[in-house]
């Protein structure tokens, strides 16, 4: 495991290297939008689901927001949708497991290190936070989302091994819908339930811390094995034309 | 070092042929001396722009009968080739570019007595030639 | 000696577009050209060899290795280049030389060097931001020193200058050298026909035409320059325009010529790309014109 690593992360260097011009506008961006909870979180006491929304979607979407240009998902021939740095690792002598290795490695690197630093900045500047949570509990609510950033997150990733998709109009419809249904869901979801999405976050990690961050765990695991070898399957199947 | 070496698609010998042959007159006529490296099996295929199927062949067929010598990782030569056989090469080719023209002199309806009259007064003017020096 | 390729009744359908059934043996030491025309399949052939598109049927071996199989250290011994090239324009060719060099146990670096030097290539450019012939000229570089034993190359030199393109027969010739490896190189270019393949392999519409020794493919064919009225469809006839007739079957066309009594003043060969328009064109009635060209790449 610790050889695949060395090999994934010798052959990410070119990407991180594109990377770190825009590690300083994720930084920002992850700024702002901590800045934009710790004013928003009142609101949310009034079933204000739009916090909701954004913290969703910046777990699911935020990585692949900031990801530069040329690193971007495309479909270079045929139906099979995939990173052209995939295409390009394979015609080199890469195994595949390195290669989707390398992928998980470098979504992580422009996620979980950004979201580790708006919980921090959540936690030292929103004094609205520290008198309802205690350190504990605390930690259990960023262990809830970054391990959702794992299992949820890395939904986004196949599409970068070669998935097979017509892009039809009936299938950009669909993930409209999808995408639709997402939000709808987050925004009803106050008044079925009391409290919006992260509201019942914060509850659960204040009853429960413990158990809550292990379940959580336990799903990240769950969920980066899953997802491995989704893409492990896709890599080896799909025509790279 | 690009040999003088040409060969013809059109011709009913077959190309590796020419090349022996033409290799043969070269070494015999003391054109190539013994020791001088020849270009590989690859660089005389894309210079004669043939295969190295044929090239091959020919340097093979030329190593057999002793024109040439390949050493190991050092490349292929000129071999030491003996008087005689020299002489018998000049011998052929001589023979055989003679051969050449009476076949050619008869497919353009000439009789024998006809390219015998033509030869002879060709060799009538070399020797008035030589007379004149 | 086994071979350093194997292909066996590979088929593939890409939409409307079936390739094969292809066989195909390429031995050590040898340079192999694939000819096609415009949406032949070439590329798709050449991408199945290296396990970017998948077979429906069939086998490909690279020194006993398959590529379509979960071990996958054959790799090492492939050198490819694309046609088009995909991932690397926001790389500088430095970059995509620390990326690439270090996955060849062969890499030369010297040899690196000396190509970029030839071709006068900018390094610390991106990938993106030079022209298609330095491009193609970059990738050479990053390919060719992998000294892996078998070298595909993907119309390599179809934006390159003519001087270029005489360098590279150059370097490949020199390449070629150690007399164990091997090239497959699809090219419309006919210098990179004539002067280095010992082998052709024609395909037309995914169609396999034949796998021909290129000294052999040219003796099977011949011109009559015939001197009498003749009758059509002669044994071996292939076309006949104003007395001039080609055949593809001088042996049997001579013997019925001599037998008929009928004369002709000249007989040449073809040169080797009138053989591959015969080839590629004689064969256009059977594939029909119901291909476009979207498997070209």
Same mark, same amino acid.
């Given at each position: 495991?610790?050889?695949?690593?060395?090999?994934?992360?010798? *052959?990410?260097?070119?990407?991180?290297?594109?990377?770190?011009?825009?590690?300083?506008?994720?930084?920002?961006?992850?700024?702002?939008?901590? *800045?934009?909870?710790?004013?928003?979180?009142?609101?949310?006491?009034?079933?204000?689901?739009?916090?909701?929304?954004?913290?969703?979607?910046?777990?699911?979407?935020?990585?692949?927001?900031?990801?530069?240009?040329?690193?971007?998902?495309?479909?270079?021939?045929?139906?099979?949708?995939?990173?052209?740095?995939?295409?390009?690792?394979?015609?080199?002598?890469?195994?595949?497991?390195? *290669?989707?290795?390398?992928?998980?490695?470098?979504?992580?690197?422009?996620?979980?290190?950004?979201?580790?630093?708006?919980? $921090?900045?959540?936690?030292?500047?929103?004094?609205?936070?520290?008198?309802?949570?205690?350190?504990?509990?605390?930690?259990?609510?960023?262990?809830?989302?970054?391990?959702?950033?794992?299992?949820?997150?890395?939904?986004?990733?196949?599409?970068?091994?070669?998935?097979?998709?017509?892009?039809? $109009?009936?299938?950009?419809?669909?993930?409209?819908?999808?995408?639709?249904?997402?939000?709808?869901?987050?925004? $009803?979801?106050?008044?079925?339930?009391?409290?919006?999405?992260?509201?019942?976050?914060?509850?659960?990690?204040?009853?429960?811390?413990?158990?809550?961050?292990?379940?959580?765990?336990?799903?990240?695991?769950?969920?980066?094995?899953?997802?491995?070898?989704?893409?492990?399957?896709? *890599?080896?199947?799909?025509?790279?034309? | 070092?690009? +040999?003088?070496?040409?060969?013809?698609?059109?011709?009913?010998?077959?190309?590796?042929?020419?090349?022996?042959?033409?290799?043969?007159?070269?070494?015999?006529?003391?054109? +190539?001396?013994?020791?001088?490296?020849?270009?590989?099996?690859?660089?005389?295929?894309?210079? +004669?722009?043939?295969?190295?199927?044929?090239?091959?062949?020919?340097?093979?067929? +030329?190593?057999?009968?002793?024109?040439?010598?390949?050493?190991?990782?050092?490349?292929?030569?000129?071999?030491?080739?003996?008087?005689?056989?020299?002489?018998?090469?000049?011998?052929?080719?001589?023979?055989?570019?003679?051969?050449?023209?009476?076949?050619?002199?008869?497919?353009?309806?000439?009789?024998?007595?006809?390219?015998?009259?033509?030869?002879?007064?060709?060799?009538?003017?070399?020797?008035?030639?030589?007379?004149?020096? | 000696? @086994?071979?350093?390729?194997?292909?066996?009744?590979?088929?593939?359908?890409?939409?409307?577009?079936?390739?094969?059934?292809?066989?195909?043996?390429?031995?050590?030491?040898?340079?192999?050209?694939?000819?096609?025309?415009?949406?032949?399949?070439?590329?798709?052939?050449?991408?199945?060899?290296?396990?970017?598109?998948?077979?429906?049927?069939?086998?490909?071996?690279?020194?006993?290795?398959?590529?379509?199989?979960?071990?996958?250290?054959?790799?090492?011994?492939?050198?490819?280049?694309?046609?088009?090239?995909?991932?690397?324009?926001?790389?500088?060719?430095?970059?995509?030389?620390?990326?690439?060099?270090?996955?060849?146990?062969?890499?030369?670096?010297?040899?690196?060097?000396?190509?970029?030097?030839?071709?006068?290539?900018?390094?610390?450019?991106?990938?993106?931001?030079?022209?298609?012939?330095?491009?193609?000229?970059?990738? &050479?570089?990053?390919?060719?020193?992998?000294?892996?034993? &078998?070298?595909?190359?993907?119309?390599?030199?179809?934006?390159?200058?003519?001087?270029?393109?005489?360098?590279?027969?150059?370097?490949?010739?020199?390449?070629?050298?150690?007399? @164990?490896?091997?090239?497959?190189?699809?090219?419309?270019?006919?210098?990179?026909?004539?002067? &280095?393949?010992?082998?052709?392999?024609?395909?037309?519409?995914?169609?396999?035409?034949?796998?021909?020794?290129?000294?052999?493919?040219?003796?099977?064919?011949?011109?009559?320059?015939?001197?009498?009225?003749?009758?059509?469809?002669?044994?071996?006839?292939?076309?006949?325009?104003?007395?001039?007739?080609?055949?593809?079957?001088?042996?049997?066309?001579?013997?019925?010529?001599?037998?008929?009594?009928?004369?002709?003043?000249?007989?040449?060969?073809?040169?080797?790309?009138?053989?591959?328009?015969?080839?590629?064109?004689?064969?256009?009635?059977?594939?029909?014109?119901?291909?476009?060209?979207?498997?070209?790449?």
């Amino acid at each position: 495991m610790q050889k695949d690593i060395k090999r994934a992360l010798q *052959i990410m260097k070119p990407e991180l290297k594109i990377l770190r011009i825009s590690y300083f506008w994720i930084f920002l961006f992850y700024t702002l939008y901590t *800045i934009l909870f710790i004013f928003g979180i009142d609101a949310q006491k009034n079933r204000f689901a739009g916090l909701d929304i954004f913290f969703v979607m910046l777990f699911i979407f935020g990585p692949l927001w900031f990801r530069p240009k040329e690193l971007q998902i495309q479909k270079p021939n045929g139906d099979v949708w995939a990173s052209p740095l995939t295409i390009m690792n394979l015609q080199l002598p890469i195994k595949r497991n390195i *290669i989707v290795l390398k992928s998980i490695i470098f979504y992580f690197l422009g996620s979980f290190p950004f979201q580790l630093y708006m919980f $921090v900045i959540l936690y030292s500047f929103s004094p609205e936070i520290r008198t309802e949570l205690d350190l504990i509990s605390y930690l259990s609510f960023a262990i809830i989302w970054l391990s959702f950033g794992i299992y949820f997150g890395f939904s986004s990733l196949p599409i970068e091994v070669g998935y097979k998709m017509k892009s039809s $109009v009936l299938n950009t419809i669909l993930s409209l819908l999808l995408l639709g249904a997402i939000v709808v869901i987050i925004i $009803v979801f106050p008044f079925y339930f009391t409290y919006g999405i992260v509201e019942w976050t914060i509850i659960f990690a204040i009853k429960w811390p413990i158990i809550s961050a292990v379940i959580s765990i336990f799903a990240a695991i769950i969920g980066y094995y899953y997802w491995k070898n989704k893409m492990l399957k896709l *890599i080896k199947q799909a025509d790279f034309q | 070092m690009e +040999l003088p070496i040409r060969i013809s698609k059109d011709s009913r010998e077959p190309i590796y042929h020419q090349i022996v042959n033409q290799f043969k007159a070269l070494i015999a006529g003391g054109h +190539l001396a013994a020791g001088t490296p020849l270009p590989s099996i690859r660089v005389l295929s894309k210079d +004669l722009e043939i295969s190295i199927i044929t090239t091959r062949r020919a340097y093979q067929d +030329l190593e057999v009968q002793g024109f040439i010598k390949t050493l190991q990782g050092k490349g292929t030569f000129v071999a030491d080739v003996s008087e005689d056989l020299k002489q018998d090469v000049k011998v052929t080719s001589v023979h055989n570019i003679l051969e050449n023209a009476v076949q050619t002199s008869l497919s353009f309806d000439y009789s024998v007595q006809q390219v015998k009259e033509i030869f002879l007064e060709i060799l009538e003017s070399y020797e008035s030639k030589k007379g004149d020096n | 000696m @086994n071979p350093i390729l194997y292909i066996r009744d590979l088929e593939k359908t890409i939409d409307d577009f079936h390739l094969g059934p292809l066989d195909l043996s390429i031995e050590q030491g040898t340079i192999t050209a694939l000819v096609g025309n415009n949406g032949s399949g070439k590329s798709t052939l050449l991408k199945l060899i290296m396990n970017l598109v998948k077979p429906d049927k069939g086998n490909i071996k690279v020194h006993n290795t398959l590529v379509h199989g979960d071990n996958e250290s054959w790799k090492e011994l492939v050198a490819y280049q694309p046609q088009k090239i995909i991932g690397w324009d926001p790389f500088t060719g430095y970059t995509l030389k620390n990326l690439i060099a270090p996955l060849y146990p062969n890499w030369d670096d010297k040899q690196f060097q000396k190509i970029v030097e030839i071709f006068d290539i900018p390094l610390h450019k991106k990938f993106g931001k030079l022209s298609q012939g330095v491009q193609q000229k970059l990738n &050479l570089a990053l390919t060719i020193p992998r000294n892996a034993s &078998l070298l595909i190359l993907d119309e390599p030199t179809s934006y390159m200058d003519i001087p270029s393109k005489k360098l590279l027969i150059d370097l490949l010739v020199d390449w070629m050298e150690p007399g @164990n490896r091997s090239i497959i190189i699809s090219s419309h270019q006919i210098d990179d026909i004539r002067k &280095l393949s010992d082998y052709l392999y024609v395909l037309h519409n995914g169609k396999k035409i034949g796998h021909f020794e290129k000294e052999e493919l040219v003796e099977n064919y011949a011109r009559y320059w015939l001197s009498s009225k003749a009758p059509n469809n002669i044994p071996g006839e292939v076309s006949r325009e104003d007395g001039v007739l080609i055949s593809s079957n001088p042996e049997e066309t001579e013997a019925y010529l001599v037998e008929h009594n009928i004369r002709w003043t000249n007989r040449s060969s073809l040169e080797i790309e009138d053989v591959i328009t015969l080839l590629l064109s004689k064969n256009n009635t059977i594939g029909g014109s119901q291909h476009g060209s979207h498997v070209n790449s």
